[in-house]
């Protein structure tokens, strides 16, 4: 079975600040998806940014980033000049590949503050 | 195109009692599925029904049931609720369930159903 470790449960950062989650995975697949997804207080959960395991290429969204560490099953999620909004709880989530897989293996969560 | 909604938000019931909670998928989405969030033990996945068939499940026992229907609609059911069955329920649609040939379909997701048991 996959596993998804997130070993930060709280962060804070300085407005405007750079800040870095961690994530670990354990698979023995080779076909999957990493996810980042954030849930603010009382409010829906979204994805923030998406890797496929067979890209080598770290995916970027606008201000968030990921180093994706295939062989180490590291998957980090880089925000930059970090905001307000970006207050929340940010899971990192594992999917498997292939037809029919619409199942998500979470991590624990990591609170990010931001502080003003 | 609306977002996921699910109904009610808030629920409380006491223990023994069942429950019945509704998702209405984004429309077009084919693909359901139901998590449980809880403190302790984190989101976890219940179950993922996909064009009226479960198609995958978690490791819950079977006091937790669902069922999709034709305008895939899903439901999820709790029988004889534990107090530890409190806990916030999500649902999440996707368009087809991983069929495409992309590989990929996004999930999003519903507001949730905050369910207390006492």
């Known amino acids: 079975a996959q596993t998804v470790t997130q070993s930060q449960p709280e962060m804070s950062v300085q407005e405007a600040e750079t800040v870095t989650l961690s994530c670990t995975y354990d698979?023995?697949?080779?076909?999957?998806?990493l996810f980042w997804y954030k849930q603010p207080p009382s409010r829906q959960m979204i994805l923030v940014i998406r890797?496929?395991?067979?890209?080598?290429q770290n995916a970027t969204e606008n201000r968030f980033s990921v180093n994706f560490q295939k062989a180490a099953k590291s998957f980090s999620l880089k925000i930059s000049d970090s905001q307000l909004g970006d207050a929340a709880m940010y899971f990192c989530?594992?999917?498997?590949?292939?037809?029919?897989?619409?199942?998500?293996?979470f991590g624990t969560g990591t609170r990010l503050t931001i502080i003003p | 195109k609306a977002g996921v909604t699910q109904t009610p938000r808030y629920l409380i019931k006491t223990r023994g009692q069942q429950v019945t909670l509704s998702c209405s998928p984004i429309?077009?989405?084919?693909?359901v599925s139901w998590y449980q969030q809880t403190p302790g033990q984190g989101l976890q996945f219940l179950f993922e029904?996909?064009?009226?068939?479960?198609?995958n499940k978690g490791n819950f026992p079977g006091r937790f049931s669902g069922r999709q229907f034709s305008n895939s609609r899903s439901e999820m059911n709790v029988s004889t609720l534990e107090l530890g069955d409190s806990a916030l329920y999500l649902c999440?649609?996707?368009?087809?369930?991983?069929?495409?040939?992309?590989?990929?379909?996004?999930?999003?997701f519903g507001p949730g159903t905050r369910l207390t048991v006492l």
């Open positions: 999440a649609s996707s368009p087809n369930g991983g069929d495409s040939g992309s590989g990929f379909n996004e999930q999003f």
């Open positions: 698979t023995s697949e080779s076909d999957y998806y």
């Open positions: 989530a594992y999917r498997s590949g292939g037809f029919g897989n619409e199942k998500l293996t």
């Open positions: 029904y996909f064009s009226e068939t479960q198609r």
């Open positions: 890797q496929e395991a067979y890209k080598q």
């Open positions: 429309s077009g989405h084919r693909s």
